[in-house]
């Protein structure tokens, strides 16, 4: 059985982003639909996988990120608004069986992401 799983490292600091709130939406047409809620932990990954067992299938996925109250919360000043406030990684899933690690490297001005392992 496949598995989802990520992690935020803050590369404006080098540390890993922790406190930061993580949602998981399956994607279908226009329509998302909230499936999981997690917050990083200190080492900036979440406790458990997002999807995991018979949840985990094929589609297209959307993981959102609260980067802004992240960075406000470490005392980061920020433009009002944010540059990046809520940071949207969309991807799909096509082997069921397969672990997919989306982590999320942010600034306060910048991101990127890879399939990791």
Do not use: W
């Amino acid at each position: 059985m496949g598995k989802l799983t990520t992690h935020v490292l803050d590369t404006a600091t080098g540390c890993p982003g922790g406190g930061i709130k993580v949602r998981l939406f399956r994607l279908e047409g226009d329509a998302r639909t909230l499936l999981a809620e997690s917050v990083t932990n200190s080492d900036g990954r979440v406790d458990a996988p997002l999807l995991s067992g018979d949840d985990f299938r094929t589609g297209s996925y959307e993981l959102e990120f609260g980067a802004g109250d992240y960075f406000r919360a470490q005392g980061t000043a920020l433009p009002d608004p944010a540059f990046l406030d809520r940071v949207p990684i969309r991807f799909g899933i096509a082997d069921d069986d397969a672990h997919y690690h989306v982590p999320l490297l942010i600034s306060p001005y910048g991101y990127s992401t890879y399939r990791g392992s």
